[in-house]
């Protein structure tokens, strides 16, 4: 397609914002999935304790001003859309909206960086669900790359792990662990992809940047897996690796949650609740980074990546901190295959 791009589209997973939304979330989440029913009742229950409120929705509502305010500073005159793959608004809701607005060419940024069946192509997939569901008048729709190493990402998450390490008691400070988090897959879809080495690089990138002399060890540890417990996933668990740490007789973690960009329920619950508690009952002080969705590196960090794509796959400026390579715009045919069929 030669039109030029007329539109931004904001693309994340969704979280519930009441306790109405969390049976019509969790469905839409675990559609065609095996989780054991008690592992659904226990997610529910977590949510429903808090008030049954994922704090993504205000997170990119918030992304979603930033990003059009920094594209207007820019003299980029974009309008800029916003929807989620499994709450409101959705996708197909946003997809419509795009096209009662006049839009017939879009840009989709996907609020996770990663390459993975479930944090890239399926994205991709939801897109064209959404664009069949509103039909012939929906615009058509571009992904932005995956950008895990990009400085808007990188520079953030280091400033807010330094901000952790500062509220570990000073005594413990120096000896801390860092532990870098990532959501868990399962390993036959990790072994498909580059999803592992890029949180890894990510890893060695915020830590080089907080520690550039190297005296707290550091690892990356995973979260909230899901799923039929026989199918292997990646660990560790970061609970599991703080209990370990503890009767290696490491008194203190600053744990960075990397694999999320925008904060959400999963880093409130499985790090702020569980990882937390875990820690405090084997006598390591804890301390959890912010996520850095609300950074205004990061929406310029966005802004940038349009930038970069409306100045063609042959613009100059790709940034790139790590080793791995910039991924090309348009993702290879085979990459992140879907195992699940």
């Given at each position: 397609?030669?039109?030029?791009?007329?539109?931004?589209?904001?693309?994340?997973?969704?979280g519930p914002e009441g306790p109405d939304d969390v049976g019509p979330f969790?469905?839409?989440?675990?559609?065609?999935?095996?989780?054991?029913?008690?592992?659904?009742?226990?997610?529910?229950?977590?949510?429903?304790?808090?008030?049954?409120?994922?704090?993504?929705?205000?997170?990119?509502?918030?992304?979603?001003?930033?990003?059009?305010?920094?594209?207007?500073?820019?003299?980029?005159?974009?309008?800029?859309?916003?929807?989620?793959?499994?709450?409101?608004?959705?996708?197909?809701?946003?997809?419509?909206?795009?096209?009662?607005?006049?839009?017939?060419?879009?840009?989709?940024?996907?609020?996770?960086?990663?390459?993975?069946?479930?944090?890239?192509?399926?994205?991709?997939?939801?897109?064209?669900?959404?664009?069949?569901?509103?039909?012939?008048?929906?615009?058509?729709?571009?992904?932005?790359?995956?950008?895990?190493?990009?400085?808007?990402?990188?520079?953030?998450?280091?400033?807010?792990?330094?901000?952790?390490?500062?509220?570990?008691?000073?005594?413990?400070?120096?000896?801390?662990?860092?532990?870098?988090?990532?959501?868990?897959?399962?390993?036959?879809?990790?072994?498909?992809?580059?999803?592992?080495?890029?949180?890894?690089?990510?890893?060695?990138?915020?830590?080089?940047?907080?520690?550039?002399?190297?005296?707290?060890?550091?690892?990356?540890?995973?979260?909230?897996?899901?799923?039929?417990?026989?199918?292997?996933?990646?660990?560790?668990?970061?609970?599991?690796?703080?209990?370990?740490?503890?009767?290696?007789?490491?008194?203190?973690?600053?744990?960075?949650?990397?694999?999320?960009?925008?904060?959400?329920?999963?880093?409130?619950?499985?790090?702020?609740?569980?990882?937390?508690?875990?820690?405090?009952?084997?006598?390591?002080?804890?301390?959890?980074?912010?996520?850095?969705?609300?950074?205004?590196?990061?929406?310029?960090?966005?802004?940038?990546?349009?930038?970069?794509?409306?100045?063609?796959?042959?613009?100059?400026?790709?940034?790139?901190?790590?080793?791995?390579?910039?991924?090309?715009?348009?993702?290879?045919?085979?990459?992140?295959?879907?195992?699940?069929?």
């Amino acid at each position: 397609m030669t039109d030029p791009y007329d539109g931004i589209l904001l693309v994340a997973f969704g979280g519930p914002e009441g306790p109405d939304d969390v049976g019509p979330f969790l469905a839409r989440v675990t559609a065609g999935r095996s989780i054991p029913p008690d592992r659904l009742t226990e997610v529910t229950d977590r949510y429903l304790s808090v008030g049954g409120r994922s704090p993504l929705n205000g997170r990119m509502r918030s992304l979603l001003s930033r990003l059009r305010g920094e594209l207007a500073s820019r003299g980029i005159d974009l309008p800029v859309f916003w929807g989620n793959r499994n709450s409101a608004p959705l996708l197909a809701d946003a997809v419509a909206e795009m096209a009662d607005a006049g839009v017939r060419r879009a840009l989709a940024w996907i609020a996770s960086p990663y390459a993975s069946y479930s944090t890239c192509r399926q994205y991709g997939e939801d897109l064209e669900a959404a664009r069949a569901a509103v039909g012939p008048g929906a615009p058509a729709i571009d992904r932005i790359r995956r950008h895990h190493d990009h400085p808007g990402l990188i520079g953030p998450a280091a400033d807010r792990l330094s901000e952790a390490l500062d509220r570990l008691p000073a005594s413990r400070r120096d000896r801390a662990h860092f532990l870098f988090s990532a959501h868990s897959i399962p390993t036959h879809m990790a072994a498909t992809c580059d999803y592992v080495a890029q949180v890894q690089e990510v890893a060695r990138l915020v830590a080089g940047r907080v520690d550039p002399a190297g005296r707290h060890s550091h690892e990356v540890v995973w979260q909230s897996r899901s799923g039929a417990p026989q199918v292997p996933w990646l660990e560790p668990d970061v609970g599991d690796r703080i209990e370990a740490l503890a009767a290696d007789g490491v008194n203190a973690v600053a744990v960075s949650p990397v694999g999320f960009p925008v904060e959400n329920f999963e880093i409130a619950w499985d790090l702020d609740t569980d990882a937390a508690r875990r820690a405090d009952g084997v006598g390591v002080a804890f301390a959890r980074a912010a996520a850095v969705d609300d950074d205004p590196r990061f929406a310029g960090m966005v802004a940038d990546l349009v930038v970069e794509r409306l100045g063609g796959p042959t613009s100059s400026s790709r940034p790139g901190l790590g080793t791995l390579g910039t991924p090309p715009d348009t993702c290879p045919k085979d990459c992140c295959p879907d195992l699940r069929r």
